[in-house]
């Protein structure tokens, strides 16, 4: 069992979900959770929360139904010079940030391109985990990506939305041991992370656990259970 998903999202998403953020920390709080990320999708996203939003986040209870809260952001990378949607002042003030690419807001280039991106945009020391780069509507240099990851203390996600049966992004697996191997040759930790829109998949990591099992990723390199470390690794800028 893991005890921190740092990769959700609630109805100030603006899609997937009706459900409140005390909604989501309930059900974690019934898995067991001990700390959960609130990860809602960036103001670029159609029906996602406003730069006001995010304002307000910064005066939300750190702690409900005994569950630690962090607060953070889902970028979208909007370009290949690795612009963002969400303006530096907000950022930074936000525990830590998520960049990712989305059909909706950005239109894929080659494995080039899109590696460069990747790369500018985490180049912000908000930012601390590139999600879900295992789709293939994204080609990327993993080896490029991992060595510039290590240079800007970031990590990859092992993403149990990607993997599960209800996911959307195809198949993924090549990619995610991709993402092993590079995180492991680079010496990276990784992250699993739902991915939860609402309350159902939170702390739900089914598919991606035995994933990384199986490849035989070393436990030890599994952030989830390691609160102390994770929490510094998360908002150390």
Same mark, same amino acid.
């Given at each position: 069992m893991y005890v921190s998903d740092m990769h959700t999202h609630s109805i100030a998403s603006g899609h997937g979900t009706m459900s409140t953020i005390t909604a989501m920390a309930k059900e974690a709080s019934r898995k067991g959770l001990k700390l959960l990320g609130i990860t809602d999708h960036g103001p670029a996203t159609l029906a996602a929360g406003t730069a006001s939003y995010f304002r307000s986040l910064l005066y939300s209870p750190r702690r409900r139904f005994d569950v630690d809260l962090l607060?953070?952001?889902?970028l979208n990378i909007l370009d290949v010079d690795g612009h963002v949607d969400l303006a530096d002042p907000l950022l930074s003030r936000l525990d830590y940030a998520i960049v990712s690419m989305h059909r909706q807001n950005y239109t894929s280039g080659t494995a080039v391109e899109n590696t460069q991106a990747y790369i500018r945009a985490m180049q912000h020391p908000a930012v601390r985990i590139l999600g879900h780069c295992d789709s293939p509507a994204f080609p990327v240099d993993y080896d490029e990506l991992a060595a510039a990851a290590k240079e800007h203390n970031?990590?990859?996600?092992? #993403? $149990?939305?990607?993997?599960?049966?209800?996911?959307?992004?195809?198949?993924?697996?090549? #990619?995610?041991?991709?993402?092993?191997?590079?995180?492991?040759?680079?010496?990276?930790?990784?992250?699993?992370?739902?991915?939860?829109?609402?309350?159902?998949?939170?702390?739900?990591?089914?598919?991606?656990? $035995?994933?990384?099992?199986?490849?035989?990723?070393?436990?030890?390199?599994? *952030? #989830? #259970?390691?609160?102390?470390?994770?929490?510094?690794? *998360?908002?150390?800028?």
């Open positions: 607060y953070g952001v889902e970031v990590i990859f996600e092992i #993403n $149990e939305a990607s993997l599960a049966p209800y996911g959307y992004r195809g198949d993924t697996r090549a #990619n995610c041991l991709e993402i092993l191997r590079v995180s492991a040759s680079h010496g990276l930790p990784i992250v699993l992370s739902s991915d939860s829109h609402g309350p159902e998949h939170v702390g739900d990591f089914t598919c991606a656990a $035995e994933f990384v099992h199986q490849a035989l990723f070393p436990e030890s390199e599994i *952030l #989830n #259970n390691q609160l102390p470390r994770l929490r510094a690794f *998360l908002m150390t800028r």
